[in-house]
């Protein structure tokens, strides 16, 4: 599909009051395979697109695990079924327990009917989930490499604040006391950004903590491994769930920020364009009543409306209200995805007894709205891209 560019008309385009058309310039919109080929190159695309296939996968697993054949009294259930099927075809009756042949009198014929391809479904479910059981953990590992790697960058990065902070301890040049030294310590590394940076090294340590015993380089107890194994095994773990609950709800915080920061800037954005027109308004109405006491009726007025409609545009005023409108809804789909996680991680810590498919769910939706988002700021920089070599041209 192609869209339509038509640059800007200055205020001074139509001095004889005839309004001079520009010719249109066209780009082709970027199609979905330019878009998808564009998030597969990107980190984050490529992170996302594989925790949506990989939780598409578990939740086929976990669906087979509950309702499916994994379900050991799913199948009991319909061997008996298969019994009363064989009975039913051949007549007589295979089976000689007492609790059994109870169970087969009690069954009904319309179950017969449904049981055939409710099984032909749960044999394809199985046979998915154990296919794609080596996807799976091949994408486990895949999107653990994604993110190993950054612990020494944030070591060096933990250094340098250290060092800065020793530096200004030490600063002989200013006549500050020590307390206020260490007060301006204190605020350093309690901003928001400085928590941010902790919590992500928290969470980078224990997570990749977890990739050197996957690769084996380190064993557990039970493997043949030194004895502190086990216990760093049980703290990675656990600080992995909990250095990524701080980082959610850190992230929240911020959607939140962002978000009343762009309800703030659109509402000033709204106030002063209505002040614009209520001036030019009074401005015009004041042209009027000089016209009328010079006694010239034939003056035209419309070329105020006119140049008053194309103000609205020139000063960019819809095109800046649009550019809030899609980064509040970029906010909004990043603050859900972010509480499906938050849902998710804490069925871990607090213990829930969630529903297991429900909770697989979660996992789902997040990658899905993640890589909704990625699509979303491609399809942006594309256009932008797109736009920039139009106006080149």
Same mark, same amino acid.
């Given at each position: 599909?192609?869209?339509?560019?038509?640059?800007?008309?200055?205020?001074?385009?139509?001095?004889?009051?005839?309004?001079?058309?520009?010719?249109?310039?066209?780009?082709?919109?970027?199609?979905?395979?330019?878009?998808?080929?564009?998030?597969?190159?990107?980190?984050?695309?490529?992170?996302?697109?594989?925790?949506?296939?990989?939780?598409?996968? !578990? *939740? $086929?697993?976990?669906?087979?695990?509950?309702?499916?054949? %994994?379900?050991?009294?799913?199948?009991?259930? /319909?061997?008996? =079924?298969?019994?009363?099927?064989?009975?039913?075809?051949?007549?007589?009756?295979?089976?000689?327990?007492?609790?059994?042949? !109870? *169970? $087969?009198?009690?069954?009904?014929?319309?179950?017969?009917? %449904?049981?055939?391809?409710?099984?032909?479904? /749960?044999?394809? =479910?199985?046979?998915?989930?154990?296919?794609?059981?080596?996807?799976?953990?091949?994408?486990?590992?895949?999107?653990?490499?994604?993110?190993?790697?950054?612990?020494?960058?944030?070591?060096?990065?933990?250094?340098?604040?250290?060092?800065?902070?020793?530096?200004? =301890?030490?600063?002989?040049?200013?006549?500050?006391?020590?307390?206020?030294?260490?007060?301006?310590?204190?605020?350093?590394?309690?901003?928001?950004?400085?928590?941010?940076?902790?919590?992500?090294?928290?969470?980078?340590?224990?997570?990749?903590?977890?990739?050197?015993?996957?690769?084996?380089?380190?064993?557990?107890?039970?493997?043949?491994?030194?004895?502190?194994?086990?216990?760093?095994?049980?703290?990675?773990?656990?600080?992995?769930?909990?250095?990524?609950?701080?980082?959610?709800?850190?992230?929240?915080?911020?959607?939140?920020?962002?978000?009343?920061?762009?309800?703030?800037?659109?509402?000033?954005?709204?106030?002063?364009?209505?002040?614009?027109?209520?001036?030019?308004?009074?401005?015009?109405?004041?042209?009027?009543?000089?016209?009328?006491?010079?006694?010239?009726?034939?003056?035209?007025?419309?070329?105020?409306?006119?140049?008053?409609?194309?103000?609205?545009?020139?000063?960019?005023?819809?095109?800046?209200?649009?550019?809030?409108?899609?980064?509040?809804?970029?906010?909004?789909?990043?603050?859900?995805?972010?509480?499906?996680?938050?849902?998710?991680?804490?069925?871990?810590?607090?213990?829930?007894?969630?529903?297991?498919?429900?909770?697989?769910?979660?996992?789902?939706?997040?990658?899905?709205?993640?890589?909704?988002?990625?699509?979303?700021?491609?399809?942006?920089?594309?256009?932008?891209?797109?736009?920039?070599?139009?106006?080149?041209?």
């Amino acid at each position: 599909m192609a869209l339509q560019y038509t640059p800007p008309m200055p205020l001074n385009a139509h001095p004889s009051g005839t309004r001079v058309v520009k010719p249109l310039q066209t780009y082709r919109e970027p199609s979905a395979f330019e878009i998808f080929n564009a998030c597969v190159n990107d980190l984050t695309g490529k992170d996302k697109l594989a925790k949506l296939t990989q939780y598409g996968i !578990r *939740l $086929i697993g976990a669906v087979h695990d509950i309702h499916g054949f %994994g379900n050991s009294r799913v199948k009991e259930k /319909y061997r008996n =079924l298969e019994l009363v099927d064989n009975a039913v075809k051949t007549g007589d009756s295979p089976i000689s327990n007492g609790s059994q042949l !109870r *169970l $087969i009198l009690s069954q009904t014929a319309t179950v017969f009917k %449904g049981h055939r391809l409710k099984r032909l479904l /749960y044999l394809f =479910l199985a046979y998915l989930t154990r296919k794609l059981a080596g996807l799976l953990n091949g994408l486990n590992i895949y999107r653990h490499l994604l993110r190993a790697g950054t612990v020494p960058f944030r070591v060096w990065k933990f250094a340098n604040h250290i060092k800065h902070s020793i530096k200004i =301890l030490l600063d002989e040049s200013k006549s500050d006391g020590q307390a206020v030294k260490l007060e301006k310590v204190l605020q350093y590394w309690t901003t928001r950004d400085m928590v941010s940076q902790m919590c992500n090294f928290w969470y980078a340590l224990s997570d990749e903590i977890l990739l050197i015993f996957r690769f084996g380089l380190l064993l557990r107890g039970k493997q043949g491994g030194f004895g502190f194994a086990d216990a760093l095994f049980s703290w990675a773990e656990d600080h992995e769930l909990y250095s990524w609950m701080a980082l959610i709800i850190l992230g929240l915080q911020k959607d939140w920020n962002n978000w009343l920061h762009l309800k703030n800037e659109e509402s000033r954005i709204i106030l002063n364009q209505k002040v614009k027109a209520r001036t030019r308004r009074i401005v015009g109405d004041m042209q009027r009543q000089r016209g009328n006491k010079l006694g010239s009726p034939d003056v035209d007025f419309e070329d105020y409306e006119r140049v008053e409609e194309e103000f609205e545009y020139d000063h960019g005023y819809f095109s800046r209200l649009a550019k809030i409108n899609h980064d509040k809804t970029t906010i909004l789909i990043n603050s859900v995805r972010l509480t499906c996680d938050l849902l998710f991680d804490a069925k871990y810590i607090m213990h829930w007894n969630m529903y297991r498919p429900l909770h697989v769910a979660l996992g789902l939706a997040s990658g899905t709205l993640g890589f909704v988002n990625c699509w979303r700021g491609q399809r942006e920089r594309l256009v932008a891209e797109a736009l920039a070599k139009m106006r080149e041209q």
